[in-house]
């Protein structure tokens, strides 16, 4: 039985859209940002926690989508 955060993971594993240390960034802050939801009770800073908790676990950026910029293709296509 798959859990739900997997179904999550991989039905946005073809949507990839930032590279890898944003990924990182993106969950490092998001962590920080979601303790201090806690802290604060503040439930807008949740919801941006979770946004950026997103990022950092899928990969996918939904904003970046819209606004079509793929960081993550420029980034492996400089070279």
């Known amino acids: 039985m798959e859990t739900l955060a997997h179904k999550l993971t991989h039905s946005f594993e073809d949507k990839e859209n930032i590279g890898k240390n ?4 993106s969950a490092v802050s998001g962590s920080v940002l979601l303790y201090r939801a806690f802290k604060k009770k503040s439930f807008l800073t949740g919801i ?7 990022r950092g676990a899928t990969g996918y950026c939904p ?8 960081v993550a293709s420029a980034v492996l296509n400089r070279n």
């Open 22 to 25: 944003e990924r990182i960034a």
């Open 48 to 54: 941006a926690a979770g946004y950026m908790l997103f």
């Open 63 to 70: 904003i970046s989508d819209v606004v079509g910029s793929d």
